[in-house]
């Protein structure tokens, strides 16, 4: 397949270039600092980089062109801590990469999400809703743009087959096994390696078992 991989700089983002590349995709980065992916992945004849903001309708629709699927990794960078800007930049991202995705006909989104995303399957665990609320309260602008996030992909991708990967704490150890459920459902817990995202998604891409669905992976 043909892929657009949005977030491709991040932790998580090269590690999902680097597999979508060893699965035989042929993979599209749009990014705003593309320089900062690894060399061996910007030399890779299967990857194709466009340079662009998420707010650049013209160059995300090139982008866009003749692509599969969209797999994102993006998320309030990590490095700015509780810095993310104000006005939910990421989810008016996404309202306009659904737009530019319904008028290409482009029909699979496979985005990051977080559990401030609720879900109706969810049910109460004390320690996810612990690590929710402190995020709500130390990364307070962070956290309405992902939970916006979560409204606008659920609200506007209509004609759009979409899943909400949602993760809890991220870290980088090598096991890539995952468990794919929903919060307080005695099976996820709250970690998961950045490697055992990639192996959901990419899986996912072919397998389509989480349409219009916000499940929780983890690690077991
Ligand atoms: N660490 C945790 O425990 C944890 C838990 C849950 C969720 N998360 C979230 O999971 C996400 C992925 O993790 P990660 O380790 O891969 O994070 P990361 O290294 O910070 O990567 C974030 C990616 O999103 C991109 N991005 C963010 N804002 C953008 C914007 N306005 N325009 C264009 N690109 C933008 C970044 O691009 P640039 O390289 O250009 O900045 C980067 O590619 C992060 O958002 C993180 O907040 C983390
Ligand atoms: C990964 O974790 C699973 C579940 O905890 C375990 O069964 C498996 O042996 C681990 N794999 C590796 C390669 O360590």
């Known amino acids: ?7 491709a700089t991040g932790g998580i983002g090269v590690l999902l270039v680097g597999r979508a590349v ?21 030399d ?3 990857i194709i980089i466009r340079k662009g903001q998420l707010t650049d309708a013209e160059s995300l629709s090139d982008a866009l062109q003749d692509v599969d699927a969209v797999l994102s990794a993006l998320g309030p960078a990590v490095s700015r801590g ?5 006005g939910e930049p990421l989810a008016h991202a996404y309202s306009l990469i659904i737009k530019v995705m319904k008028e290409r006909g482009v029909s699979r989104l496979i985005a990051l999400g ?4 609720k879900d109706p399957h969810d ?5 996810m809703s612990t690590i929710v609320s402190g995020v709500a309260t130390f990364a ?3 956290y309405k743009d992902v939970v916006a996030i979560g409204e606008t992909i659920c609200r506007e991708g209509d004609t759009i087959d979409w899943s909400i990967v949602r993760v809890p704490l991220l870290n980088s150890g090598s096991n890539e096994s995952f468990i ?5 459902d005695g099976q996820t817990t709250t970690s998961l390696t950045r490697i055992a995202f990639v192996a959901f998604v990419l899986q996912e891409l072919t397998k389509k078992e989480w349409v219009k669905a916000r499940p929780l992976v983890t690690s077991p």
Do not use: C, W
């Open 123 to 127: 049910k109460h665990s004390l320690v």
């Open 180 to 184: 794919a459920g929903y919060v307080g």
């Open 22 to 42: 060893a699965d035989g995709h042929t993979v599209v980065v749009y990014a705003r600092s593309p320089e900062k992916l690894p060399q061996n992945l910007r």
């Open 140 to 142: 307070s602008t962070a």
């Open 82 to 86: 509780p810095f993310h800007p104000r």
């Open 1 to 7: 397949m043909r892929v657009l991989i949005l977030g």
């Open 114 to 117: 977080t559990p401030s995303i």
């Open 44 to 46: 890779s004849s299967q």
